[in-house]
């Protein structure tokens, strides 16, 4: 008895839980003047797990008005403080917040949603719990669970020899089993002390453990300590531990939320968590919770017309995607994080993870890569192992907005946007441009000889490099050879520039890893994950600015205190003057060049820079490019490395545009460097003509490689 004594004392006194690290994604800000995709708000309320109601009264709910809609928010505690629930009125009209305001009138500047729940750190154990307290309990939850698993708790000692006599009768009466023989003190015994084998040693101790647990702690201590260790349900390896994390997921609400037949349920599935699993088992949950309800009804604590009407309803459950439903992006949540954090906090300690992952964003790239990649496997045959990567990232900072690591947003054991290297392909011509732009030698119209060339190699071997359709295209504008991805055009500019140049440039832009200067490398021959081109793309979007690609905004305690945040950093990787042209060459990549099917999917309206990349034999597929706000990054290509029908066009742009179009499009407002100035070209000379002439191309020159004018239109 001393020894379990001990073994009380320490466990329940000390650190109970480990807790797993909980990762957010950013919440949803609205605010007057703002544009939403087309379904943002409604999908992200209901990831959130509001719920629409005739009006709206309490946290969680959201109604219908005449000029928008009613939310309710939910208090939350962020790492920059404490957010209290408050009812606002949004106004919306064709996707955009026209007004936000109280209801008595008065305006508010912004109303923050409480961030989703996408993920967990989990402990070797793989159990998962959200830590409640009795308060947090809706009317009737206590009631219901002392009802059904142990009527008289407050006033046995641990352990109840009537109560087991009792639960014998009531089992006979309904004839089935709806009271346990077992108190809830011996039950958290169970679960929180002992093992599940059934030995002589936990049935002799079990009794005696109940008893010291009740002899030294209250029952609302014991009560509340059940309430978060009691099993509910498994979700893959992730064991769903206490009431407070079963509600999230069978609901996708707070338990504070939950009505009296959504109580009925998580209590009924104490009984057998698989057995009645309400995901599996429908009908099977729907007969224990109808049971449960009728138990209430017989102890008096529901009239008979509140069982019937409460029985009626449906299961309720959340249609909401679970949680870990993002595991390429968790998996660089990790890698970034155990820089700064040791394996057993980041599992143990509870600690709470703010990352920009915007869900709108992440669910269309799964939509676009899942979808694209079944129509191509449907007109293709042999495309069965196709496999994709999808990164997207915010222009003007540099943060991680969503990841997919499959073809079907899962992986298994495969992350092809981070653990993964394929060949570039054309991807790297516009680096070769830029090389050439910050040697003060070349601006967009400069000629370029696309004749076929042959380069000695080391070896001994010549490398003949070969234009995609085979043909080539004599001497043409510089921007021309980018737009139309000439190989033999943009060798010869990237052997004048110089190759160590132009490899010393993509390091300056954010390519990792070893890169020989060899003349291949101007064509791509060189491999780099999704996640790693978007960062050299990343740097492009923004005016020629490094900034690393993050996703980590803070890291705070459970209670809020913060630990760790990670500010933004910025070095500069290439003159304005030179990014800026670089971004109106790309321009012209996607109104006349490879990317021009991007406009089956975006109006025309709509900026885009953006760059096609295919490898030898077409055995990767890439799209890369930015519009508004939005970097992004694609990749397809087969498992096994093996040819496929597909060139960056007829492939990765697909994937790219369908994602763009389902995005908000907010334009993104370039500054002109004072160095340059648009011009009016005869894109055969090269001269400055009248604005009036026909045929003529807009482009923009640095001031001292100013193009000779004339006042002729003629060729």
């Not at 409480?114 to 967990?120: C, F, R, T």
């Not at 059904?148 to 009537?162: A, F, I, L, N």
């Not at 709509?606 to 077409?618: L, P, R, S």
Request: glycine share 8%; with cysteine; proline share 5%.
């Amino acid at each position: 008895m001393v020894y379990l004594d001990a073994q009380i004392r320490h466990r329940f006194e000390g650190h109970r839980w480990s807790l797993p690290a909980k990762v957010y994604a950013r919440p949803l800000e609205l605010f007057t003047g703002q544009q939403l995709a087309h379904g943002q708000l409604n999908y992200e309320l209901k990831q959130l797990g509001y719920r629409w109601v005739n009006q709206a009264k309490a946290p969680g709910q959201v109604q219908k008005t005449a000029t928008g809609i009613a939310i309710y928010s939910r208090g939350f505690r962020f790492a920059d403080g404490d957010q209290a629930s408050r009812l606002a009125q949004v106004n919306i009209a064709n996707d955009k917040v026209q007004a936000l305001r109280q209801l008595n009138g008065q305006s508010i500047a912004v109303l923050r949603l409480e961030p989703q729940l996408v993920g967990g750190i989990y402990p070797a154990h793989n159990e998962d719990r959200e830590l409640i307290q009795l308060d947090d309990l809706p009317n009737g939850f206590i009631e219901t669970l002392l009802a059904v698993e142990d009527r008289q708790y407050y006033q046995h000692y641990g352990v109840s020899p009537w109560g087991i006599a009792r639960a014998m009768w009531a089992n006979l009466k309904a004839g089935a089993i709806v009271q346990g023989g077992s108190t809830l003190t011996q039950q958290l015994v169970k679960n929180f002390y002992l093992t599940d084998q059934q030995t002589l040693w936990r049935k002799l101790v079990e009794a005696p453990m109940a008893l010291l647990l009740n002899l030294h702690y209250s029952k609302d201590e014991v009560l509340e300590v059940y309430l978060n260790e009691v099993f509910v349900g498994q979700a893959g390896k992730r064991a769903i531990h206490g009431f407070g994390l079963a509600s999230r997921f069978y609901f996708g609400q707070p338990v504070s939320e939950l009505r009296l037949h959504q109580v009925a349920l998580l209590v009924g599935l104490v009984k057998g968590p698989s057995y009645y699993n309400p995901q599996r088992h429908p009908k099977r949950a729907k007969q224990r919770r109808n049971l449960v309800l009728s138990v209430l009804a017989q102890q008096g604590l529901i009239s008979e017309s509140q069982k019937q009407q409460y029985q009626a309803l449906p299961l309720d459950l959340s249609t909401a995607q679970k949680v870990s439903r993002y595991p390429a992006y968790m998996d660089v949540v990790r890698q970034q994080l155990q820089q700064h954090y040791p394996a057993s906090a980041l599992s143990s300690h509870g600690l709470r993870i703010f990352t920009s992952l915007d869900p709108w964003i992440q669910h269309q790239s799964d939509l676009a890569m899942r979808g694209q990649v079944k129509q191509l496997q449907k007109q293709h045959e042999g495309l069965e192992s196709l496999q994709g990567a999808l990164v997207v990232s915010q222009r003007d900072s540099g943060e991680l907005l969503a990841l997919v690591g499959d073809k079907d947003g899962g992986y298994a054991g495969h992350n092809w946007a981070l653990d993964k290297t394929r060949q570039v392909g054309s991807l790297l011509k516009p680096v070769v441009h830029l090389s050439a732009l910050e040697s003060g030698r070349y601006h967009l119209m400069s000629a370029v000889d696309d004749a076929p060339i042959a380069v000695p190699q080391a070896d001994g071997s010549v490398w003949k490099p070969q234009n995609y359709d085979l043909t080539s295209h004599g001497v043409v504008p510089m921007y021309q050879a980018l737009a139309k991805s000439y190989n033999q055009a943009n060798v010869r500019l990237g052997l004048d520039v110089g190759v160590k140049r132009v490899v010393s440039q993509l390091y300056q832009l954010g390519a990792e890893g070893n890169i020989p200067a060899y003349p291949s490398v101007l064509l791509g021959a060189v491999e780099m994950s999704p996640l790693n081109v978007n960062q050299v793309y990343q740097t492009i979007a923004g005016n020629g600015f490094y900034s690393p690609l993050t996703l980590v905004r803070q890291v705070t305690e459970a209670n809020g205190v913060l630990l760790s945040h990670f500010p933004y950093a910025v070095r500069q990787a290439a003159s304005n003057e030179s990014v800026y042209l670089l971004q109106q060459e790309m321009r012209k990549v996607a109104t006349a060049g490879t990317a021009r099917g991007v406009y089956r999917y975006l109006p025309k309206q709509q900026q885009v820079a953006a760059k096609t990349g295919t490898t030898n034999d077409q055995r990767d597929s890439w799209f890369s490019g930015f519009s508004g706000q939005y970097v992004a990054t694609t990749w397809l290509g087969r498992e096994d490395a093996k040819p496929t029908p597909l060139t960056g066009a007829s492939g990765a742009l697909k994937v790219w545009g369908e994602l763009m179009k389902n995005l908000a499009y907010t334009p993104y407002q370039d500054i002109k460097p004072q160095s340059v100035d648009y011009y009016y070209l005869n894109p055969k000379t090269g001269k400055a003509m009248p604005s009036r002439c026909a045929d003529g191309v807009w482009l923009p020159i640095q001031k001292p490689l100013a193009p000779v004018a004339t006042k002729q239109c003629g060729y």
